[in-house]
């Protein structure tokens, strides 16, 4: 059974890759084609376009996630595999309301991350590996109802997934087939936060404030008005989003609105929780 790692540019996940080597670690980018979001240093941009054999503009999460990736590579000693097959705007492009208008991603209807990050690595490891393979989990020793609930989803241990297996008159052809067996190594070895980020102190890793997009709607406002700040080009892709759409991401608040936020006081990294982070990357 083939071993994954399955990176998200978070600490926790790389520090998986760092301490647990597997057969293949594999990162999915979440990518934009909006030139408002460009990746400003081109010689970058043309290595990470190399990776995923296509375009690559620039991401909508924070452009420090791009050299993390390429850092831990260096660090670790071994390729990950880049996978990025649509944009965010294409994803979005694909889910139509009955008057034929787009919906946006929501705490309802997550597919944000489905489309994105869970579906492509799926997809590539049907297409790379004999299946079931063995994937570890992110999840910390805090983390046991979480590593929990996954595993409830399998049966006889192996969880599985519909894959995209050919297409007949013009149609994709689906088969659910046995997936992976998850394995939480972090829980396992009682492994929690601090001593993740002790770990990565002296370690010649740059990490994004933090990771997952930019924008992502499990984020409280206040978190969000400080990405608004740090990451405003980004942020802006969301709110044109909000407009273009006639939606929102977050219900009964538009980003323009967060944005416009004043900001009271000083805001510091700790005034924020793990919540704030999102949902996509560990």
């Known amino acids: 059974m083939k071993t994954i790692n399955s990176l998200s540019g978070g600490k926790t996940s790389s520090y998986i890759a760092a301490n647990y080597p597997a057969d293949y670690n594999v990162f999915s980018l979440v990518r934009t084609n909006d030139t408002n979001c460009l990746f400003e240093d081109a010689k970058i941009r043309q290595i990470v376009s190399d990776k995923i054999g296509i375009e690559f503009i620039g991401t909508l999460e924070e452009d420090t996630i791009i050299y993390t990736m390429l850092d831990l590579e260096q660090f670790i000693g071994q390729?990950?595999?880049?996978?990025?097959?649509?944009?965010?705007?294409?994803?979005?492009?694909?889910?139509?309301?009955?008057?034929?208008?787009?919906?946006?991603?929501?705490?309802?209807?997550?597919?944000?991350?489905?489309?994105?990050?869970?579906?492509?690595?799926?997809?590539?490891?049907?297409?790379n590996t004999e299946l079931p393979i063995e994937m570890r989990i992110g999840f910390r020793a805090n983390e046991m109802s979480r590593a929990k609930t996954m595993s409830e989803r399998a049966v006889d241990g192996i969880e599985s997934f519909k894959?995209?297996?050919?297409?007949?008159?013009?149609?994709?052809?689906?088969?659910?087939?046995?997936?992976?067996?998850?394995?939480?190594?972090?829980?396992?070895?009682?492994i929690f936060?601090?001593?993740?980020?002790?770990?990565?102190?002296?370690?010649?890793?740059?990490?994004?404030?933090?990771?997952?997009?930019?924008?992502?709607?499990?984020?409280?406002?206040?978190?969000?008005?400080?990405?608004?700040?740090?990451?405003?080009?980004?942020?802006?892709?969301f709110i044109e989003m909000e407009k273009k759409n006639g939606c929102t991401f977050k219900s009964g608040i538009t980003y323009e609105r967060i944005k416009s936020y004043r900001t009271q006081l000083e805001l510091f990294d700790d005034d924020f929780n793990e919540c704030d982070s999102g949902y996509c990357g560990m």
């Open 79 to 127: 390729e990950i595999v880049w996978i990025s097959k649509n944009t965010f705007e294409d994803v979005i492009g694909s889910y139509k309301m009955a008057n034929g208008k787009n919906y946006l991603p929501n705490q309802m209807t997550r597919y944000c991350t489905t489309d994105m990050k869970i579906k492509p690595i799926a997809q590539w490891c049907y297409e």
């Open 163 to 190: 894959f995209k297996v050919g297409e007949k008159n013009g149609r994709n052809k689906w088969k659910e087939l046995p997936y992976r067996t998850a394995i939480f190594p972090l829980i396992q070895a009682g």
């Open 193 to 237: 936060k601090d001593t993740i980020e002790n770990y990565w102190k002296d370690k010649p890793v740059r990490f994004a404030y933090q990771n997952n997009c930019v924008g992502c709607f499990h984020r409280s406002e206040l978190m969000l008005k400080h990405m608004s700040n740090k990451a405003e080009k980004q942020f802006n892709w």
